[in-house]
């Protein structure tokens, strides 16, 4: 959260349990739990398998990387999982989400199980060449990870009021980060 003085900011900001903004919060998150559960009783489903970036795969290209696609469950106080599928051409892994009903979390692990255990080979993972960024504690990268979400919605998201962004969007709000942080 920065220095001392910044991360009482933040943490000052955060609505209070019984204020407006939190209720409002509360109520939005129901309206969207709401709106799935419906969507998977419609359509007598157990779970909803999505990717978890836009790119497909993971990768070290600071351009595409835009875990925020996969806002399911974080937006409707749903349960998931995320498995690897397997790999892309580059031996990168994919990834998907599979989000569940209300108190569904041993059924996701039974998809998740069964899916692994029926669709995927395991894929050593390769050693990559170091990057700057590996030598930074654990905070440091949480820190720049809040400062990209942060610079994407209020640089593309809110002013456009649209839930996409582009690769290019995204890198920008990206080396505004890194840049802040250095």
Known sequence: MGNIKQCLQFVNSIPKKHSTKYSEALAIISSN???????MNN??????????????SSTYDLKLVNTWQAAISSNTGLPSIVIQIGPDKNNMPVAMEIVGN???????????YDYEEHYISFTKPQLVVSHQYDNWPLSRLNNLFRQIGKNTYLMFIKPHN??????????????????DMN
């Open 43 to 56: 359509e007598h489903i157990d779970g909803i398998m999505l990717p978890i970036a836009k790119s497909g």
């Open 102 to 112: 209300k108190f569904a979390e041993s059924e996701l692990i039974g998809m998740a």
């Open 33 to 39: 739990q709401k709106y799935v559960i419906d969507m």
């Open 162 to 179: 649209k839930n996409e962004v582009t690769a290019e969007e995204s890198y920008r709000a990206t080396a505004l980060a890194i840049k």
